[in-house]
């Protein structure tokens, strides 16, 4: 990432009323996706619509305990072809930090919420995390010690500032 491209915006319109939460293909997300469906009744967004995207490596099984823990408001359904048209309606993105989404989410105008996947001695996605959080692009929060309660309060955090950097 080049810091030549980031600049400082202020994103808070009003019409950006959804939080996205999604994990690629989910292989290793559906953690997330079940944090972010527990974290929505602690945030300060909880009216808001909480749209979890079950992507396709997610086992039926676990696509069935993400709709029966949704509390009202959340919508839990499969990847979607128009995933960046939400994030350009999504007020917050919480994803895993994969490549792919970071590209997207930033070039967006959502605010990013980042929990890079450590497990199996994985490190890109924690570079990559740090380093938006330097740049003033993500709120990043460590998945080794995520909680609903910490989870919620990165999405306050990512929700509230005034200026959040962006992706040009």
């Given amino acids: 990432f080049d810091r030549r491209t980031v600049r ?42 909480w749209r979890v995207l079950a992507g396709p490596n997610i086992p039926e099984a676990g696509y069935r305990r993400l709709l029966a823990a949704a509390a009202p408001g959340a919508i839990v359904e499969r990847s979607r072809a128009d995933f960046q048209a939400l994030l350009r309606r999504a007020r917050v993105s919480i994803s895993q930090g994969g490549y792919n989404t970071v590209l997207d989410v930033v070039t967006s105008g959502a605010r990013p919420v980042v929990v890079p996947f450590t497990g199996n001695g994985e490190t890109e996605q924690r570079e990559r995390g740090e380093r938006l959080r330097r740049f003033g692009i993500a709120v990043v929060v460590d998945d080794r010690t995520l909680t609903p309660q910490a989870l919620a309060a990165a999405v306050h955090d990512a929700s509230t500032r005034e200026h959040f950097a962006r992706w040009d």
């Fill in 8 to 49: 400082s915006c202020v994103n808070a319109s009003v019409d950006r009323d959804e939080v996205v939460v999604s994990a690629g293909g989910g292989g290793v997300g559906i953690d997330l996706l079940a944090m972010a469906i527990a974290a929505q009744p602690h945030s300060r967004l909880r009216d808001a619509t």
